[in-house]
């Protein structure tokens, strides 16, 4: 009922990582997380897609080809990594920075000709505190037919249901966008608190469902 695709990806970034702002977002880029610490250089991750007619095997093989290709940087097969959609496969880039020495973690998963690349980066030297709890988010990455289906309960889906209910609707022509600038308010402190569980892509989805409910009319 809230789906945004026929079966959308999802995973669950680190609890305390926040969305990204980006001023030129990638068109492959689906979305962005960082973490609050940090200085110059935070700790982050995204999810990407790119349309592919290959194996996974093949598929990481032209990443390597193209990664050892760049100056100052190494890059190392980690091998197979159990996601909740599948097996994929875990590789690990450093390169040097004006930052210093990054590291990087990819996860790669393929379904139906389309490749999904979870990335995360941080300084060599934060990576060891941050790897399980990367890795963690990684091994969430599985595939659902809708927001609402990927929540637990029918009281979960129910309340959903209820809370989008009413986002296009409004009491008068005069008072619209006061009223979508109440909605959308009411929304972004509403979606985190009734499904904290639900992790911050989720959350991001939801919003953006809600949004285009909101600006429908």
Do not use: C
Not at 161 to 169: P, V
Not at 176 to 184: A, D, G
Request: proline share 5%.
């Amino acid at each position: 009922m809230f789906s945004l695709l026929l079966a959308f990806p999802l995973f669950m970034p680190p609890s305390s990582w926040e969305v990204a702002q980006t001023k030129k977002p990638s068109s492959y880029v689906l979305v962005s997380f960082v973490s609050k610490d940090g200085n110059t250089f935070r700790p982050s991750m995204n999810l990407s897609t790119e349309e592919v007619d290959v194996s996974l095997k093949e598929y990481v093989k032209a990443v390597k080809e193209i990664n050892v290709k760049e100056p100052n940087t190494s890059w190392r097969d980690l091998g197979t990594i159990d996601m909740k959609a599948g097996q994929g496969r875990l590789a690990e880039i450093s390169s040097k920075t004006p930052h210093g020495e990054v590291k990087t973690l990819q996860a790669f998963f393929i379904n139906k000709k389309t490749a999904y690349i979870l990335t995360a980066a941080s300084l060599k030297k934060e990576m060891p505190a941050l790897q399980e709890l990367i890795l963690t988010a990684f091994r969430s990455f599985s595939f659902e037919d809708s927001l609402s289906g990927a929540l637990k309960s029918e009281k979960q889906q129910s309340r959903m249901k209820e809370m989008f209910s009413g986002l296009g609707s409004f009491s008068s022509e005069s008072d619209r966008s006061l009223e979508r600038q109440k909605k959308w308010d009411r929304l972004q402190r509403d979606i985190p608190t009734e499904f904290p569980e639900m992790g911050g892509y989720w959350h991001f989805l939801a919003l953006k469902e809600g949004l285009s409910k909101i600006n429908a009319q």
